[in-house]
């Protein structure tokens, strides 16, 4: 590809070589594109947001116009913006916006689509998101890994995958505060446990202690990094006869411990390990004075799966003392909301709670009904998120540092595959419409046969040596000591 640059008074040409197309004949409707990037909120270091037109088109040309600036592409297949011409352009309109423009050309002439605008805000996201590369289905996980993908550019490299311990499953990756040198994930099968990163060692812990019924599972950690909290589910699966549902699984047994990563100890409490209650999806304040969890009272399973919904609650932590407050309270309410919360992710400046609610249990991925919900922790008033819920499932979501955007995992493309999505959310609550993440190709997402699990914004790259990871697997998992 050629580049012209011209200094031309304020304007400053980059782009393709092609010339614009004369006598197009103009049109009040905005192009099909995909992906959907017409009218999106995005931060100024994104990738680039390449797209293709949907139609039976031959050509196409598009002219993307900012402060003194004007980009083109010419592509047969999709709109392919230069990375570096990219970045200039969205840099110079930080706090502005972008005008984009698409002609297309069929059997006879060239058509003008109704112009679109690209919002850029001056908040940037985080360099990083990780997740889980899994087969959408439920029978077979053969293949998986998790990998981390720059969202500056579109360079992908693999973290972890079970190619190097075959047979394995691998999930619950977790970052404290987006860290990329403090991390944990669980190995399922052969030689599996719970493998920590901490302060740049790499330990593996045998995460099921003597006499309890399960394994750690969902992980966060506490903002000081010595303490993680951990659900322990016992989790199994039904499938639906209804043509509209696939799968159910639910928790028949679930509680939440605390691990001390520095005495190798798991805390148990009797407010949060009851007979009478399921507790799950720890997580903790970013003060660290509180942990938050969802809760609900136990039913005969699998008779009444449709039945469990679940509480959001907090309860008070001592990170000196290792201990919990005395009363749990109840924040968001099943008799109010009808519903089962699930996910609860507090944003790093505290002010908000995003949670997924869906008609019943807590693994909502396969609900499609479920949708996110914005809880202020101030006022204690949640409200549903209008521009980023589908008529599909809204899933699995994290924060970025600075508490502006959020990422999810949602299924509106295809209703099967789960994609990540972004979305800026203002200092009131108030959300902008979401953009799917960026790829070179955008056809990638049409040949792909994998879905984005567990999204999480990380602050740099993740890096394990083969030879670190062998020898952690290969080594017997520390035995986690149990402190009531």
Not at 235 to 242: C, G, I, L, N, S
Not at 434 to 448: A, G, I, M
Request: aromatic content about 16%; proline content about 5%.
């Amino acid at each position: 590809m050629k580049r012209f640059i011209f200094t031309i008074s304020i304007i400053l040409l980059i782009g393709s070589c092609g010339k614009k197309p004369s006598n197009a004949i103009s049109v009040s409707d905005y192009p099909v594109i995909f992906p959907d990037y017409i009218n999106v909120t995005i931060p100024y270091n994104i990738a680039p947001l390449n797209f293709k037109l949907s139609g039976s088109f031959k050509k196409m040309y598009v002219e993307v116009k900012g402060k003194n600036i004007l980009l083109t592409s010419k592509n047969k297949r999709y709109a392919d913006f230069d990375l570096s011409q990219w970045k200039k352009l969205l840099h110079e309109n930080a706090g502005g916006k972008i005008e984009i423009t698409v002609y297309a050309k069929n059997d006879k002439s060239w058509i003008k689509f109704r112009p679109f605008s690209i919002f850029i805000k001056k908040d940037c996201i985080d360099p990083y998101l990780s997740y889980r590369l899994i087969a959408p289905g439920y029978q077979v996980w053969s293949s998986m890994g998790i990998y981390q993908r720059s969202l500056e550019n579109f360079k992908e490299k693999e973290i972890i995958t079970n190619r190097l311990f075959p047979g394995t499953c691998m999930n619950c990756h977790s970052f404290k505060e987006r860290d990329h040198e403090r991390m944990l994930l669980h190995v399922r099968g052969g030689k599996g446990g719970t493998f920590i990163s901490n302060d740049s060692k790499l330990i593996k812990i045998n995460s099921k202690p003597d006499d309890f019924y399960s394994g750690f599972q969902y992980p966060c950690w506490h903002p000081e990094g010595r303490y993680i909290a951990f659900s322990i589910n016992q989790t199994a699966q039904v499938f639906h006869t209804a043509k509209d549902k696939r799968i159910e699984v639910f928790d028949s047994k679930s509680d939440i411990v605390i691990y001390d990563t520095n005495e190798n100890k798991a805390i148990i409490d009797n407010k949060l390990i009851s007979p009478d209650w399921f507790e799950t999806f720890p997580t903790f304040s970013p003060d660290g004075k509180y942990l938050y969890f969802c809760s609900s009272r136990t039913k005969e399973m699998p008779a009444e799966f449709d039945k469990v919904k679940y509480n959001l609650c907090r309860i008070e932590f001592d990170a000196q003392e290792g201990r919990f407050g005395s009363e749990v309270d109840t924040l968001v309410r099943v008799v109010d909301t009808n519903g089962s919360v699930s996910f609860p992710r507090i944003s790093p400046d505290g002010k908000f709670l995003l949670f997924t609610l869906s008609d019943y249990g807590n693994f909502s991925i396969w609900h499609q009904e479920a949708d996110l919900y914005l809880l202020d922790l101030m006022t204690g008033k949640y409200w549903f998120l209008h521009e980023v819920n589908s008529d599909n499932t809204e899933s699995y979501h994290s924060w970025s540092s600075n508490s502006r955007w959020i990422v999810f995992s949602s299924r509106r493309v295809d209703g099967l595959y789960t994609m990540p999505f972004f979305a800026w959310i203002d200092e009131n609550g108030r959300a902008e419409k979401p953009f799917l993440l960026p790829q070179k190709d955008p056809e990638f997402y049409s040949n792909t046969f994998y879905s984005f699990n567990i999204p999480e914004f990380v602050d740099g790259r993740v890096f394990f040596s083969v030879k670190e990871l062998e020898k952690a697997y290969n080594m017997e998992g520390k035995k986690v000591d149990v402190l009531p």
